[in-house]
């Protein structure tokens, strides 16, 4: 199981701006159970479909559907088991998350946070479980890039993995057996340098014949890979920096993680698609 829960900054702040926007407040059964008075807050709910964040404000956020508009933490799933990778609130009152909050020591509350987060191109909100870890500063976390990302009992077997991200591309992966992502739409992914690098010049050769944002593009910043999405607002158009990813101790970048939907390339593929390490 992960140490934390991750969302995206890009995610999280418009509920929070909506959560201190609004004129009244939610009482939800997570304010109820942390014994505290009224105030903007970010909810933490937990289900059979997942752990999610939602902004306590009324009048309420809906989405197109009719539903309460809430984001869900992306992580993986044993599908034997269908444990996941988040950690689960030991109490619901600890799922209730204030967005202004004193601190004696001078620390940014929730919401200047988040604030800072996005202002400084962070693109990532880890929640730890335990409030006890306020104390010591560690309860949020903001970062460039994840934590927690590959189950830490996989085995990891070698494959050929594609996506339309990519524009249906094959790579040479390391695949976790036994897992996919939380929503069942993939498996989950750990590429060796030479398919990042694969994957990088044929991304690049597919600009500028798409349209923006169909395609992502890569670039290596030191040993990181940074992920980048054009964006045009009809006067021009700009890259901006979606993520990051660093390797882990066996030199592999989990690229698109829980993000782009990687399935397996059969077997009987021809050789002619297939990325891998013999050219």
């Known amino acids: 199981m992960s140490a934390r829960l991750w969302f995206r900054i890009d995610d999280v702040l418009p509920l929070a701006e909506h959560a201190v926007a609004t004129t009244a407040h939610l009482r939800t059964r997570q304010q109820y159970r942390a014994g505290v008075p009224d105030q903007a807050a970010l909810i933490w709910s937990h289900d059979t479909d997942g752990d999610w964040l939602s902004s306590n404000g009324?009048?309420?956020?809906?989405?197109?559907?009719?539903t309460d508009h809430r984001i869900v933490a992306e992580t993986w799933t044993h599908t034997a088991t269908g444990a996941t990778g988040n950690p689960v609130p030991s109490d619901e009152g600890h799922a209730f998350l204030p967005l202004h909050t004193g601190h004696l020591d001078g620390r940014r509350d929730l919401l200047d946070l988040l604030r800072y987060a996005r202002h400084h191109g962070m693109h990532w909100f880890g929640l730890h479980p335990d409030p006890a870890s306020e104390a010591t500063n560690d309860r949020y976390r903001?970062?460039?890039?994840?934590?927690?990302?590959?189950?830490?009992?996989?085995?990891?077997?070698?494959?050929?993995?594609?996506?339309?991200?990519?524009?249906?591309?094959?790579?040479?992966?390391?695949?976790?057996?036994?897992?996919?992502?939380?929503?069942?739409?993939?498996?989950?992914?750990?590429f060796p340098l030479?398919?990042?690098?694969?994957?990088?010049?044929?991304?690049?050769?597919?600009?500028?014949?798409?349209?923006?944002?169909?395609?992502?593009?890569?670039?290596?910043?030191?040993?990181?890979?940074?992920?980048?999405?054009?964006?045009?607002?009809?006067?021009?158009?700009?890259?901006?920096?979606?993520?990051?990813?660093?390797?882990?101790?066996?030199?592999?970048?989990?690229?698109?993680?829980?993000?782009w939907p990687w399935t397996l390339v059969p077997a009987t593929a021809p050789s002619t698609s297939v990325e891998d390490g013999s050219r």
């Open 142 to 190: 903001i970062c460039r890039s994840r934590g927690d990302i590959a189950p830490p009992l996989a085995t990891w077997t070698p494959a050929t993995v594609t996506c339309d991200v990519v524009g249906g591309g094959a790579y040479r992966a390391m695949v976790a057996t036994g897992y996919t992502t939380l929503s069942h739409t993939g498996v989950l992914c750990r």
């Open 58 to 66: 009324v009048p309420r956020w809906y989405d197109a559907d009719g």
């Open 194 to 259: 030479f398919s990042v690098q694969r994957m990088t010049a044929h991304l690049a050769a597919l600009y500028p014949g798409d349209m923006p944002g169909e395609h992502p593009r890569l670039r290596f910043d030191g040993d990181e890979v940074v992920v980048e999405w054009e964006h045009d607002n009809g006067l021009g158009s700009r890259w901006v920096e979606h993520d990051r990813v660093v390797p882990d101790a066996n030199r592999c970048y989990a690229i698109g993680a829980y993000q």
